[in-house]
């Protein structure tokens, strides 16, 4: 209840009802905001005080203040008097926000302003109640849609003196119907594409849904076919239009057949009957009996299949299917765990059929460690959790393991679940992706991580040539500049080694950089022909240092011979040259294989590498022998051999566990993929 001043003091009062309040332009006074009696006429200021008992005024203020609807009462001038808790509420307004403002404020668009005034325009006072839907504004921005009953106001002159509006939010309702109107689409977009006639009938016989091709097959029927047809209407009308040949109109037998027709709808065998319709045509004809009390009438014009019954058993068999088979595992249950029906997919994932399955509890269909589980889903659904989904790894004997993405949904009876329906759906590929990528990810990140510490690497070993360039030109200047050039000589030796030392880091640089895109095609390689190349390659280099090469098995490998033949190179020709001086170098090359990794073991008898150092030695550049008279070298041997093993998905390492020497141990996956998912 709401009081607001006015120009004049005359009272008004709805035309059923002995509760008063003010004419919106002419006084104070009393709102009833009811939405069902909005009809009133004047009353003086004696009148209104003799009438107004102090029950009817508390009752009138709490009607006002607590309809659940937002109530909007405007002026002439659209200007807003009143509004109770529940239009705050909505509009998100306080009640000082909305007062005295234009009514246009809570309007979501001119349009819908413009709209409901020209609507009560048109109208004029000929309705004191106008209803409509526009869209409305909240303080927030937000609009929803809302319909609204305005109640015209009039004065003791019949001049209008304002409007009191009830505003009910219809956003949700729009949405479901929305909703309901897209899913009809669908099922309609679906019927449609269905070649056969489809038809379903409720308990009454009433035609509830069909399709186009069970109009075309209904003959005179169709094009007066209609939703709440009934099965008998609709088949004596196909008759009375000549639409059987088994049943010319008039003949003796024809009211038989038709009774014939209607028992076997009325009694569904679930066989089928094939007769002649229309001009020379066939017509297959099946009725189901739906769980539910619904038949389902299936009409199919099979003219061509008559000619065959080869073709028809074939065409038969093709649309049982497709009604019964679908990829996902179906499956509806009792709150007791009852099987109620599964489809051939479910069935088939159980290993069994949907006839052994179905009566029996699901739990003695469940692995024992999975029953559990299976328990808490369905003594946990809520009417308002949904439908709950996880993801389940389901490991089978004999079968490969498979990830489901199972569905729960309830269906309630109120409070009580009346059913239960369970979908799986296979992710197995969908997860295989995401670990792929996964690895993929870590993948690139250790080689982000790699080319960061490789940059920083390279930049340094290269500016170090630069700066002895730069260092013995400036010398060589001075000596220049000052008349002595004795020293010059020595000067442009260091310049040359310092610029051949450049070269040759800059040459490993390429060499490294390219082995990522040297794969050629994969094949079958024989790690014994690349060992033994190897060996021949590095000839001279074996016989300079008297070492002596033991070999054993070698397995075959998948791979790039060529890229294996230089990682062959790269560790052999390591063993020899950091041998010790004193003892004649012993190298051992050998193999060996598991279930799902191949083996490549260089080991020899030389200075060995300290455990510290197993990693940063395949770096770039990384040498822990800094004069390069005695061990010659750039420093990216090993940083190639394992850029080329990791180009066969494999990882090579240095055995931290033998001390006799070094041993390096090279892994390869056995399978045929390259390194480039």
């Known amino acids: 209840m709401r009081r607001w001043p006015h120009r004049a003091e005359q009272w ?15 006084g104070w006074g009393l709102v009833c905001a009811s939405p069902f009696f909005c009809f009133y006429t004047p009353i003086n200021e004696a009148e209104r005080e003799g009438l107004r008992p102090p029950m009817q005024d508390h009752f009138a203020r709490a009607l006002y203040e607590t309809f659940p ?51 009560r325009s048109i109208e004029g006072n000929t309705g004191a109640i106008s209803d409509s839907v526009y869209q409305f504004k909240r303080k927030d921005g937000t609009v929803f849609s809302a319909e609204l009953r305005s109640t015209l106001v009039t004065g003791p002159d019949g001049e209008s003196c304002g409007f009191i509006g009830v505003i009910q939010d219809i956003s949700d309702m729009l949405k479901l119907d929305k909703a309901r109107r897209d899913a009809r689409e669908i099922l309609d977009t679906a019927l449609a594409a269905i070649p056969e006639g489809f038809a379903i009938f409720d308990r009454n016989e009433r035609l509830l849904v069909f399709n186009e091709a069970y109009r075309r097959v209904c003959g005179p029927a169709g094009p007066i076919l209609q939703l709440g047809m009934t099965a008998e209407d609709i088949i004596r009308i196909a008759y009375e239009g000549g639409h059987y040949p088994d049943a010319p109109v008039g003949s003796p037998g024809a009211l038989e057949w038709i009774e014939s027709r209607l028992f076997d709808f009325r009694n569904p065998t679930g066989l089928a009957k094939v007769f002649p319709y229309g001009n020379g045509r066939w ?106 989904s996880q993801e389940v790894l389901h490991v089978r004997p004999g079968q490969p393991d498979t990830w489901i993405l199972w569905s729960l949904l309830a269906v309630f009876d109120g409070t009580r679940v009346s059913e239960l329906i369970s979908v799986g759906r296979d992710i ?24 960061n510490q490789f940059t920083g690497t390279v930049s340094h070993d290269l500016k170090a040539p630069l700066r002895h360039i730069a260092m013995f030109s400036d010398m060589i200047n001075d000596d220049i500049r000052s008349g002595n050039i004795e ?56 016989r300079g240092g008297g070492a002596k090469l033991i070999t054993g098995d070698l397995p075959m490998v998948h791979g790039d011979a060529e890229l294996l033949k230089r990682l062959a190179q790269n560790l052999i020709g390591n063993a020899v040259k950091y041998r010790r001086p004193d003892v004649e170098p012993v190298i051992r090359v050998y193999g060996e ?11 020899d008898n030389g200075i060995g590498i300290e455990p510290r150092f197993a990693t940063k030695i395949f770096d770039v550049f990384q040498r822990l022998h800094r004069d390069e008279s005695v061990y010659s070298g750039t420093g990216i041997g090993l940083a190639l051999a394992k850029r080329i093993v990791e180009s066969h998905n494999g990882r090579i390492a240095l055995d931290t566990s033998f001390t006799k020497g070094a041993r390096f141990i090279v892994a390869f996956p056995k399978n045929k993929s390259s390194g480039k998912e």
């Open 12 to 26: 008004c009062r709805p035309a059923d009802s002995r509760l008063d309040f003010p004419c919106s332009k002419i």
């Open 69 to 119: 609807e937002p109530v909007v009462v405007v002026d002439q001038a659209k200007t807003i008097l009143a509004v109770n808790q529940a239009a705050t509420q909505q509009f998100g307004h306080a009640e000082e926000e909305l007062l005295g403002q234009h009514v246009r404020m809570i309007y979501a668009t001119d349009e819908d302003y413009t709209a409901c005034l020209s609507k």
């Open 283 to 388: 017509l297959r004809v099946e009725n189901f009996k739906a769980k539910d009390g619904n038949t389902i009438a299936l009409r199919v014009d099979v003219t061509a299949m008559k000619q065959t019954e080869i073709a028809l058993e074939r065409q038969r068999q093709e649309y049982l299917s497709l009604l019964q088979n679908i990829p996902d595992l179906v499956g509806r249950f009792t709150p007791a765990r009852e099987i109620l029906f599964v489809n051939s997919n479910y069935a088939d994932f159980f290993g069994t059929t949907p006839e052994a399955m179905v009566g029996t509890d699901l739990l003695a269909h469940v692995p024992e460690h999975m029953q559990e589980a299976t328990r808490r889903a369905f003594s946990d659904v809520q009417p308002e959790a949904g439908i709950s």
């Open 428 to 451: 197995t590929t969908q997860m295989r992706q995401q670990e792929r990528i996964a690895r993929q990810s870590a993948e690139l990140q250790r080689k982000n991580d790699a080319l």
């Open 487 to 542: 020293e010059l000589p020595g000067y442009a030796a260091h310049l040359r080694q310092s610029a051949r030392r450049m070269d040759r880091l800059i040459e490993s640089l390429l060499d490294y950089s390219q082995i990522a895109y040297q794969i050629g095609t994969w094949s079958l390689v024989p790690l014994s022909d690349v060992v033994a190349d190897a060996i021949l390659n590095l000839g001279s280099q074996i």
């Open 593 to 603: 294989s598991t279930d799902d990794t191949d083996f490549l073991y260089v080991e």
